[in-house]
């Protein structure tokens, strides 16, 4: 549990200048694993008989949203509609705020709506909206601060885990046999969720999502301009 005080409880005894640099570290680290996770990745593909390139493409979000849409819309929505989102659903909630709580809620029902349902947009947003307040009004103004920390721990471990998983609904189609590429293809949000996780809960809300854009602003700049 060493590793997941420090995810929670680094403010207390560090300076945000050290948390600040341990993110960053983290994130290194991480880019530093990309390539012996690709080279792992194209033998995945070659030994369950997987089309890679094809499984790249369908993951591509910035392609589809620019020929659905265009590419300044891509842009807009992977730099800063989905950071804000995400970060309201995933992250927002774990001050154990009651309105950040209820905000979460109702930000993670209009997800699943949005990808598991047909109804309009205007629906989702009043059933969202409707999660929210009765969340905020109805529950006990302590709940979530007052669960043990051990609860506490779990729920921020399932929201990291949580925002990995979410990125699987980038793909249109699924394959069977491609389900340990997809494990794989899951390690880099899941410990980007992490990184953002610390940040949110050691140097505040603002700072995650800080990150998140930049995270996501280096994507577009390398898909785009370089």
């Known amino acids: 549990?060493?590793?997941?005080?420090?995810?929670?409880?680094?403010?207390d005894h560090s300076t945000k200048k050290t948390i600040l640099v341990r993110g960053i570290v983290g994130i290194g680290f991480l880019l530093m694993s990309m390539i012996p996770m690709a080279i792992i990745g194209v033998l995945l593909a070659k030994v369950l008989n997987v089309d890679i390139h094809s499984l790249f493409q369908d993951y591509d979000v910035a392609t589809k949203l620019t020929l659905r849409h265009s590419k300044n819309f891509a842009i807009l929505y992977i730099t800063l509609i989905a950071p804000i989102y995400e970060e309201l659903s995933y992250r927002l909630g774990l001050s154990f705020k009651k309105w950040h709580i209820a905000i979460s809620c109702g930000a993670l029902t209009f997800f699943f709506l949005n990808w598991f349902t047909d109804i309009s947009i205007y629906s989702r947003a009043a059933i969202g909206v409707t999660i929210i307040l009765l969340m905020g009004l109805l529950v006990k103004q302590k709940f979530g601060q007052n669960l043990d920390q051990k609860y506490k721990n779990i729920i921020i471990i399932i929201s990291i885990?949580?925002?990995?998983?979410?990125?699987?609904?980038?793909?249109?189609?699924?394959?069977?046999?491609?389900?340990?590429?997809?494990?794989?293809?899951?390690?880099?949000?899941?410990w980007m969720g992490a990184i953002m996780t610390y940040y949110r809960l050691n140097l505040g809300f603002i700072y995650g999502l800080l990150l998140h854009i930049l995270i996501n602003g280096g994507n577009m700049l390398f898909t785009y301009f370089l």
């Open 1 to 11: 549990m060493t590793l997941l005080n420090h995810l929670t409880n680094d403010k």
């Open 161 to 190: 885990l949580g925002f990995g998983l979410s990125h699987l609904i980038n793909y249109s189609t699924y394959e069977i046999n491609a389900i340990p590429l997809y494990l794989l293809m899951l390690i880099p949000p899941i």
